[in-house]
């Protein structure tokens, strides 16, 4: 699936990709820095039951929130990893076989180590402050 969008279109989106039939729960996020991942990152969060204020983890890695139901979502941003093998240490592999909601930053960083089996959403930067945004489950 391929979405045209702007910010103000945001929340439209994340409900769009929440309402996917059989929506993977490990979602990798690749787009280059300031295309608006970690927005739409905090758009799904919200949508998904977080009343927390979601924010990028870049510096901690890993940021984990509480939907209203008390289910565990965790956000990572990758960046910063030197490493698969700190990604390993800290134990990325528990969060993201646990079952429960991973959205990745940067998952090019940890390649081996990404399961199989997950969603992908790519984002472009276009002209007039437009997105486009490919998404495959």
Not at 64 to 90: C, I, K, W
């Amino acid at each position: 699936m391929t979405i045209i969008y702007s910010l103000e279109e945001i929340n439209a989106i994340a409900k769009q990709i929440l309402a996917t039939h059989l929506l993977k729960k490990i979602i990798i996020f690749h787009a280059p820095m300031g295309a608006g991942k970690t927005t739409l990152i905090k758009e799904l969060v919200k949508e998904l039951g977080v009343k927390d204020n979601s924010s990028s983890p870049t510096f901690s890695l890993v940021n984990e929130y509480r939907t209203t139901a008390g289910e565990p979502v965790y956000h990572f941003d990758l960046y910063r990893l030197n490493s698969e093998e700190e990604a390993y240490d800290m134990g990325v592999d528990e969060y993201f076989y646990s079952g429960n909601w991973c959205f990745i930053e940067w998952p090019e960083k940890t390649p081996n180590l990404i399961p199989i089996d997950h969603a992908s959403i790519t984002i472009k930067v276009l002209p007039n402050d437009k997105r486009e945004l490919v998404f495959k489950n």
